[in-house]
C-alpha cells in the first residue's frame, strides 16, 4: 500500500490551478442519468469518487468515457434499476442515484450507502422526503425498493438541510409535471452548481443558495456541455498549507465568494489574503494566533469539512481554538494522529480544544478519512522532520494527486 513521505518545514510558494469540485461533479454525474441524450462535463475531477459513480452509471447501462478532466455521458440506455451491494459502497453519494433512477425508470433497487468513519451517515431525510412525494419505499434486509409510478409533487419540509436530501429530491423532480418546494433546504454552493446544471439541460429550478427551492418539472432533459464548479474545500486545504507553513501562494480558478467565511477566518489568524474575480493570493509569514471558538454549521457557516484542516493548521498557532463539531458525530478521527505529531488537543464529545505547541514533530501516522488525511498532509508540510502518511486511499477519493499539488509549491513531498 502506497504512502505519503514528507519532510517538513519548508515555506510554499507559487501559483496553482484549483480542481473541479468533488461534490459538485458527484450530484451532477447522477443527473446525466435525466439525459437520454449526451451530457458532456468539462472540469470533472480526476478522482476515486468520480471513478466509482462511472462505473455506477456504466452498469445502469449507460456510456460514459472521461480523460483529461472531461467525462462523457450518454444515458439513453440506461434500463437497470439495481445497483449491487458493492458499487453502493464504493462511495457514500451512491445513493444520489435513487432520485434519478425513480425518475426515469419509475423504480430503484438499492442498499444502505454505509457509514463511513465520520459517522453513521443515515438517509432517512432522503426516504422521507421521497415517501411524501409518491414513492413506495420498503426497507428490506439493508435494501431499499423504491417504485413510484407518478411523482406527487408538493412541499417537503426538511428537518436538517441535508445536501444529499436537498439534490435528491431535486433529482427526484426535475422530470415530474407539477411544483416541488423543498423547504429549509441545504444552501451549499455546489447545489447551486446543480441547479444550474439541470437548468442547462432543460430544467425548470430556481432558488438554490437560499432554503427554499421551487422545482417545476419538465417532460424531458436535452443534451448538455457544462463546466463544473472549482473545489471550495481544495482551495480550503491549500489555504490552511501555506498558512502553517508560511510562504505566498496565488490559487487561480476559485470564486472568493465560496470561501469567504475561511478566508476573513485566516487573516483572523494572521494571513494576508488578497482576492480577485476568479483568484485568492494568500501570504504568511509569522506563527498563526488561535481563533477561539469554532462552530461548524450548513452553509453558509463553517464547514464541517474544514474542521480537520484548519485543527491541523491551528495546532502550531500561539493561544487557542475550540472547535465544536456540529455536523458529525465522529469527525475527530484525525486528533489521536496529531497528537502522536506533537499537538496538544483535548477531545470532549462535539467540543476539541486545540493549545498551539510551537512546532509539531514528524511522525508515522495513519489517515482514517477523507479530510482527516488531508489534515495530516497539512500537519506534516509544517512539521519540523520526516512524517510518513499510511490510509492515503482516503485522501485519494478526494484529492488529485495531492502530493503533486504540493510539490510544485516547493515541499519535499513524495508518494512511496
Ligand atoms: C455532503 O454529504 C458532502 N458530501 C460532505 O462532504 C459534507 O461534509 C456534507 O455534505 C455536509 O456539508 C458530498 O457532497 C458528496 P448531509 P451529505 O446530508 O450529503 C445527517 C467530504 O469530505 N443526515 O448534509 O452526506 C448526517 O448524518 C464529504 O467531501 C441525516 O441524519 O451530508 C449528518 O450528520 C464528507 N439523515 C448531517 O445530516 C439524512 O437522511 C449532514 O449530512 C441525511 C443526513
Redesign the pocket.
Known amino acids: 500500500m502506497s504512502k505519503i513521505a514528507i519532510c517538513g518545514g519548508q515555506k510554499l510558494n507559487g501559483e496553482i490551478m484549483v480542481q473541479g469540485s468533488?461534490?459538485?461533479a458527484?450530484?451532477i454525474l447522477a443527473a446525466t442519468v435525466l439525459s437520454d441524450e449526451e451530457c458532456v462535463l468539462f472540469n470533472c475531477p480526476d478522482l476515486e469518487?468520480v471513478r466509482a459513480a462511472l462505473k455506477i452509471i456504466d452498469w445502469l447501462g449507460g456510456d460514459t468515457e472521461y480523460s483529461k478532466h472531461t467525462a462523457t455521458i450518454s444515458g439513453g440506455n440506461i434500463h437497470r434499476y439495481k445497483i449491487p451491494e458493492e458499487l453502493m459502497n464504493s462511495?457514500?453519494?451512491s445513493?444520489?442515484f435513487l432520485g434519478p433512477m425513480l425518475a426515469k425508470l419509475k423504480r430503484a433497487e438499492i442498499s444502505y450507502p454505509g457509514g463511513?468513519s465520520?459517522?453513521?451517515?443515515?438517509?432517512?431525510?432522503?426516504?422521507?422526503a421521497f415517501r411524501q412525494l409518491g414513492v413506495t419505499v420498503e426497507e428490506i434486509g439493508g435494501r431499499i425498493y423504491c417504485s413510484a409510478e407518478k411523482i406527487k409533487p408538493c412541499k417537503v419540509n426538511l428537518?436538517?438541510?441535508?445536501?444529499?436530501?436537498?439534490?435528491n429530491i431535486m433529482l427526484l423532480c426535475a422530470l415530474s409535471d407539477g411544483e416541488t418546494q423543498i423547504l429549509n433546504a441545504?444552501r451549499?454552493p455546489?447545489i447551486v452548481d446543480l441547479q444550474n446544471f439541470l437548468n442547462s439541460m432543460g430544467a425548470k429550478i430556481s432558488g438554490a443558495g437560499s432554503e427554499t427551492i421551487h422545482i417545476i418539472g419538465v417532460e424531458k432533459l436535452q443534451k448538455v456541455q457544462y463546466n463544473i464548479m472549482s473545489d471550495r474545500?481544495f482551495a480550503t486545504t491549500v489555504l490552511c498549507a501555506v498558512a502553517c507553513c508560511g510562504g505566498d501562494v496565488i490559487l487561480r480558478n476559485i470564486n472568493p465568494n465560496h470561501i469567504e467565511l475561511m478566508l476573513s477566518m485566516l487573516a483572523g489568524a494572521g494571513c494576508n489574503i488578497i482576492t480577485g474575480e476568479n483568484y485568492v493570493r494568500i501570504r504568511c509569514s509569522k506563527r498563526l494566533l488561535g481563533l477561539g471558538k469554532v462552530m461548524t454549521s450548513?452553509?453558509p457557516g463553517f464547514?464541517?469539512?474544514a474542521q480537520a484542516l484548519f485543527m491541523s493548521a491551528l495546532s502550531g498557532a500561539e493561544g487557542t481554538t475550540v472547535f465544536v463539531e456540529n455536523?458529525?458525530?465522529s469527525?475527530y478521527k484525525h486528533v489521536p494522529e496529531l497528537i502522536k505529531m506533537g499537538a496538544d488537543i483535548i477531545v470532549d464529545g462535539r467540543l476539541a480544544a486545540v493549545t498551539g505547541c510551537n512546532y509539531l514533530q514528524g511522525a508515522t501516522v495513519e489517515a482514517q478519512?477523507?479530510?482527516g488525511g488531508a489534515a495530516l498532509v497539512i500537519a506534516g508540510l509544517s512539521a519540523i522532520g520526516d512524517t510518513v502518511i499510511g490510509g492515503i486511499r482516503h485522501i485519494d477519493?478526494?484529492y488529485e494527486h495531492i502530493e503533486e499539488t504540493f510539490k510544485g509549491l516547493g515541499a519535499n513531498i513524495r508518494r512511496i
Do not use: Q, W
Open positions: 468533488k461534490n459538485a458527484l450530484p469518487d462511495m457514500r453519494s445513493v444520489l463511513c465520520i459517522g453513521l451517515r443515515p438517509i432517512d431525510l432522503h426516504i422521507k428537518l436538517f438541510p441535508s445536501v444529499g436530501a436537498t439534490e441545504a451549499e455546489e474545500i450548513p452553509y464547514p464541517t469539512d455536523i458529525f458525530e469527525r478519512d477523507l479530510r477519493r478526494g
